[in-house]
Nanobody
Framework: QVQLVESGGGLVQAGGSLRLSCAAS????????MGWFRQVPGKEREFVAA???????YYADSVKGRFTMTGDNAKNTVFLQMNSLKPEDTAVYFC???????????????????WGQGTQVTVSS
C-alpha cells in the first residue's frame, strides 16, 4: 500500500524556520501532484501548498512568500520549507498525493487520495 511519511515537524520560535519532508513509498511521485494541508483541532483542513509534476507550485495566500514547496524525484520526496513562521502556523501538517490524476482544484482536499499521518508544527510567540 502506498504510504506518505512526513518528518521535520517540531517546536520553533516565531520568526524561525522548519523544513518538512514527505517520502513516498511504492509509487513514484514524478508524475503526480503532491501537496500539503494543515489542521488545527476543531477546524477544517486548510490548503497550504501544492506542486504539479511540471514543478508549478500553488500556495495559500496566508503562506505565500514565506513557504516554498519543492520536489526531489530522485529521492521520491517533497519538501516544505517554512520561513518567518508565525504562531498562527501552528497545526498538524499533512502531506498528500493525487495518485489517480484527479482534475479537481489543487486546493481541494478531495483531490488527493493518499494522506500521510501528519506532523506537528508548533510556533511559540
Amino acid at each position: 500500500q502506498v504510504q506518505l511519511v512526513e518528518s521535520g515537524g517540531g517546536l520553533v520560535q516565531a520568526g524561525g524556520s522548519l523544513r518538512l519532508s514527505c517520502a513516498a513509498s511504492l509509487r513514484s511521485i514524478s508524475s503526480y501532484a503532491m501537496g500539503w494541508f494543515r489542521q488545527v483541532p476543531g477546524k477544517e483542513r486548510e490548503f497550504v501548498a501544492a506542486i504539479r509534476p511540471s514543478g508549478v507550485t500553488y500556495y495559500a495566500d496566508s503562506v505565500k512568500g514565506r513557504f516554498t514547496m519543492t520536489g526531489d524525484n530522485a529521492k521520491n520526496t517533497v519538501f516544505l520549507q517554512m520561513n518567518s513562521l508565525k504562531p498562527e502556523d501552528t497545526a498538524v501538517y499533512f502531506c498528500v498525493a493525487d495518485f489517480v490524476g484527479s482534475g479537481s482544484n489543487y486546493a481541494t482536499p478531495g483531490k488527493y487520495n493518499v494522506w500521510g499521518q501528519g506532523t506537528q508544527v508548533t510556533v511559540s510567540s
